[in-house]
């Protein structure tokens, strides 16, 4: 385990925070779900990143949203939380629904590439199955045509 001066011994969580984010298809209305790849572990996952000391999580999740996918979100309801270790150090990640509101994406440091994609195809292409029952945790309201 790796430790800081603020913990010794490894064992406080790191902090996170963000969302599954969407939106009604521009061409069908259909629900889409924004994935991030991110190339410094080519892998597929929602919009989150770490909290900044002091940070409300709800605001980090909305700022990672925005620096990650290069969009405004309106937030919906919490999420479940995900708590898994990373790198050996407990991590717990809090999430929110939110609907794209505005933006465009543009290429990143942290993130190279974003798709919207049916809710089916997001849980398939989705790297960690843990992230999937993000997905099937939207409020019933949002996934009806």
């Known amino acids: 385990m790796s430790s ?3 913990d010794p011994d490894g064992t406080t969580p790191v902090l996170a925070a963000g969302c599954v984010l969407w939106r009604r298809s521009p061409a069908t209305g259909a629900l889409e779900i ?3 790849h991110r190339p410094k572990y080519d892998d ?4 989150k990143g770490k909290l900044k000391p002091g940070e409300d999580a709800l605001a980090g999740a909305l700022r990672e949203v925005a620096e990650e996918t290069g969009h405004t979100a309106a937030p919906g309801p919490e999420l479940p939380t995900a708590r898994y270790l990373a790198d050996g150090r407990p991590k717990e990640v809090r999430y929110w629904a939110a609907e794209a509101v505005s933006g465009a994406f543009a290429p990143n440091d942290e993130v190279d590439r974003v798709l919207w994609l ?3 195809a997001a849980r398939a292409r989705l790297t960690r199955p843990r992230d999937r029952t ?3 945790a939207l409020p019933a309201g949002i996934s009806l045509p």
Do not use: F, G, Q, R
Request: net charge negative; proline share 19%; hydrophobic share 40%.
């Open 34 to 36: 924004c994935l991030v």
């Open 4 to 6: 800081s001066p603020e």
């Open 44 to 47: 597929w996952s929602h919009p």
């Open 134 to 136: 993000l997905i099937d």
């Open 118 to 120: 049916t809710p089916a």
